[in-house]
């Protein structure tokens, strides 16, 4: 069993980087990435527990960017990183100042509405660098105006809601060389997210893999298993691997979302490790990686 999508305290999970790597050792994972959101703060902690504790389990140092993209979500995971380059320094210094933008509209939204806080404010409450929504939703939470995160995004942080915002994302071009000259792989995460269509899902995944993403997430816990099949089919079609993940952000976060676990609650098969992803890492090791020294 492995996992090749989860997140931690540095972006929006609620367990440290250090917790998130005992959990996965704890779960007896053969390999584990770490992908948060728009930032690599958590890689080295999480490469040093993993070292030090001894186990077999491979550390997959990653990332998961936000693109821009004119419907839906794009997320790109970045797989198999091994140092912070320039370009990838410069990506995740721009991206945290469009968080920061953002949260400041969202809190700006709060106050017409009657809520009288300041992001500053907010921002004590956390000791992560990447804030976003799930941050809002508990600080909502605290102060009694819903009873839980999922009710603060059903009511106020959803699209369309009251304190909705957009997150300005990365050009794809500036994200995929931002990976690739960190040594990482690009993957076009949970690609249903992009609110495409199924007849247009060939044609737009093609374009995107010319961008340079070579890999696609065809199993992850928002795809039905019968999409899980149409998309690995669709990645081999074109040319690409396949990767699958859980999109963890910690234990009773979301019901659907297991560590080592996909699509229907299925264990994650080691297959997308050492016969998809690994053989386009090459000679892989974390502990030689800038996260380890």
């Known amino acids: 069993m492995i996992d090749l999508h989860s997140h931690s305290s540095a972006s929006d999970g609620i367990f440290s980087p250090k917790e998130s790597a005992e959990y996965a050792i704890q779960k007896n994972l053969k390999v584990w990435a770490l992908t948060d959101h728009d930032t690599v703060d958590g890689l080295s902690e999480a490469a040093k527990t993993c070292a030090a504790s ?13 693109v821009r993209w004119p419907t839906g979500e794009f997320h790109l995971l970045g797989l198999g990183l091994r140092k912070y380059s320039e370009e990838l320094r410069d990506l995740t210094a721009d991206l945290t100042e469009s968080r920061r933008r953002r949260n400041q509209e969202i ?24 804030l976003g929504r799930p941050h809002f939703a508990a600080y909502l939470v605290k102060i009694g105006k819903v009873k839980r995160v999922q009710e603060a995004f059903d009511r106020f942080l959803g699209k369309g809601r009251p304190y909705h ?15 690739k ?7 076009l995460a949970h690609p249903l997210s992009l609110y495409v269509s199924w007849g247009k899902m060939d044609e737009t995944i ?21 999409e899980g099949y149409k998309l690995e089919e669709l990645a081999k079609k074109l040319g690409m691997f396949v990767t699958a993940g859980s999109d963890f ?21 080691d297959r997308f490790w050492f016969e998809e992803l690994a053989p386009h890492l090459g000679d892989f090791d974390y502990r030689e990686t800038e996260w380890c020294n």
Do not use: C, Y
């Open 54 to 66: 001894g186990t077999e389990m491979i550390f997959v140092p990653g990332i998961e960017v936000n």
């Open 107 to 130: 809190v700006e939204k709060m106050n017409k509405d009657g809520i009288e806080v300041t992001l500053e404010e907010i921002e004590a409450m956390f000791s992560e660098s990447q």
């Open 165 to 179: 915002v957009n997150h300005e994302g990365a050009d794809l071009d500036v994200a995929v060389e931002a990976i």
């Open 181 to 187: 000259s960190s040594g990482g792989i690009p993957v």
């Open 206 to 226: 093609e374009k995107i893999r010319n961008h340079g993403v070579a890999g696609l997430e065809a199993w992850h816990p928002a795809a039905r298993i019968n």
């Open 249 to 269: 952000h910690g234990k009773g976060v979301r019901a659907d979302r297991h560590l080592g676990k996909t699509s229907g609650d299925r264990k994650i098969d």
